[in-house]
């Protein structure tokens, strides 16, 4: 089997790297190697390779720039999926997609199951969307992973720049309105593994799958666990907790709208991979100890 992982620098991209590598022959190429804004040379890159799988983990990400370049959101997060799609429709192979929790709008009051109405509310949200509905539209064989709040050791994110900013200032002012589970990008990794075997010996369906850790916090409740865990490790924390302070969405206004609930019901595939999805804090405590 011949595995094609666009993407490899990003947070997923770099945990996909070590999955992959047992289960065939693997091509990784990052953005220096394959442009998704460039619809011809995605085209031609696929061609060239012949993959038997296409796992893309790239994606554009800019949540906030979104709002101001939709149409490069959409080049990458959809017309380039679109192309992927349709390569894998047209010679049979399987494309494993990630999108997101920003494609609801957050308004319910219970995790998101896969068959829930969407409603994104951010150019960025829409995109995703975008894609998910060209790889449906495509009828390829496909596995579509929604998955929230990605965190790794490798690249920025959330809690690295929460642990920095405790380093540096007496008070945090974080928000605690938005709900949601604190994903590690090894946890996708490692589970994109187990089902893409399980694919292909029968044992799991094509389709659309949520994949988050289990559990749900609060960015502040993130922000408040993890510098503290971060302190009794040791680390150089400026930050008393008691200054750690909750503030709604609405007192740190950013250009794109974020889902207030961004909880998804991930039984759908524990239950296809008899799976038990750990507690979020179980890989903030492992990328603490990894940044220690």
Not at 11 to 40: F, M
Not at 171 to 200: F, K, W
């Amino acid at each position: 089997m011949k595995i094609l992982l666009i993407g490899k620098n990003g947070q997923v991209g770099q945990e996909l790297q070590r999955t992959l590598l047992p289960l065939g022959e693997l091509v990784a190429l990052g953005r220096d190697g394959l442009d998704l804004g460039d619809l011809a040379a995605v085209k031609q890159v696929l061609a060239q390779q012949g993959a038997d799988v296409i796992v893309n983990a790239s994606a554009y990400t800019a949540v906030d720039r979104a709002e101001a370049d939709e149409t490069g959101a959409l080049a990458v997060n959809a017309a380039a999926v679109a192309a992927m799609a349709e390569y894998a429709s047209a010679h049979g192979a399987l494309l494993v997609h990630y999108s997101t929790d920003y494609v609801f709008d957050g308004d319910k009051d219970s995790p998101y199951v896969e068959d829930d109405a969407t409603a994104p509310q951010s150019a960025y949200g829409r995109s995703k969307r975008a894609g998910e509905e060209a790889i449906l539209a495509s009828g390829c064989r496909a596995l579509v992973f929604r998955t929230s709040w990605v965190f790794s050791a490798h690249g920025g994110n959330f809690i690295k720049t929460m642990l920095r900013l405790a380093g540096e200032r007496d008070s945090l002012n974080v928000v605690a309105d938005q709900i949601g589970a604190p994903t590690s990008a090894e946890l996708i990794a490692d589970v994109t593994a187990l089902a893409l075997a399980a694919y292909r010996r029968g044992a799991l369906a094509g389709g659309i799958y949520h994949l988050t850790a289990s559990g749900a916090t609060s960015w502040h409740g993130l922000a408040s666990y993890a510098i503290e865990r971060a302190r009794a490790r040791g680390a150089a924390i400026k930050v008393d907790p008691a200054q750690i302070k909750p503030i709604p969405t609405e007192a740190y206004p950013l250009p794109a709208k974020r889902p207030k609930n961004s909880r998804l019901d991930t039984s759908k595939l524990s239950g296809a991979l008899d799976l038990q999805l750990p507690d979020w804090k179980i890989h903030v405590d492992r990328l603490i100890e990894q940044l220690s």
